[in-house]
């Protein structure tokens, strides 16, 4: 009776434990980058090869501008407010796997926050589908 009970334990003990990793985890996914500072447009067709992500725009809007090198491990917001840095573009998630580069205008920093905050951030880092609502904050 003794031997099944610590049997039993054990079983449950295994099954808990193999459960727990393989629960998914909270933290952002983080990619590795390996960019050098080149005209952004390169730089963001670089981002594109080395995340996954499909990066639109208009190669106009991108025309004149120096990317900072990156490299290390970076979330895809993170690595993308590093390499647009000193421009006056901004990005906004289309869904997890597409994400446009656009100019900034009066209209997105006042109705729309087009950069991810908080939740926001969390989800596109996460590959979960994210909305943004008009004068929502994203937190």
């Known amino acids: ?20 990793a393989a629960a998914p985890s909270s933290e952002p996914v983080r990619y590795q ?15 594109a090869k ?23 491990s970076y979330t895809i917001s993170g690595a993308l ?8 573009l901004i990005f906004r998630v289309i869904n997890p796997k597409t994400i446009e580069i656009r100019p900034a205008t009066a209209i997105d920093s006042s109705i729309f926050t087009i950069r991810p905050w908080g939740a926001l951030r969390a989800a596109i880092d996460s590959g979960r589908r994210a909305i943004v609502w008009p004068g929502s904050n994203g937190n």
């Not at 295994?14 to 727990?20: G, P």
């Not at 980058?33 to 981002?47: E, H, N, R, T, V």
């Not at 992500?53 to 208009?58: A, D, G, K």
């Not at 407010?81 to 006056?88: A, C, F, N, T, Y």
């Open 1 to 20: 009776m003794r031997r099944n009970v610590l049997l039993c334990l054990c079983i449950v003990a295994i099954a808990w434990i193999t459960r727990l």
């Open 33 to 47: 980058f390996k960019i050098d500072s080149q005209p952004l447009g390169i730089a963001l067709q670089q981002f």
């Open 50 to 72: 080395q995340s996954g992500v499909q990066i639109i725009f208009f190669s106009q809007v991108t025309e004149g501008f120096q990317a900072p090198a990156l490299n290390g």
């Open 81 to 88: 407010e590093m390499l647009l840095s000193g421009s006056h």
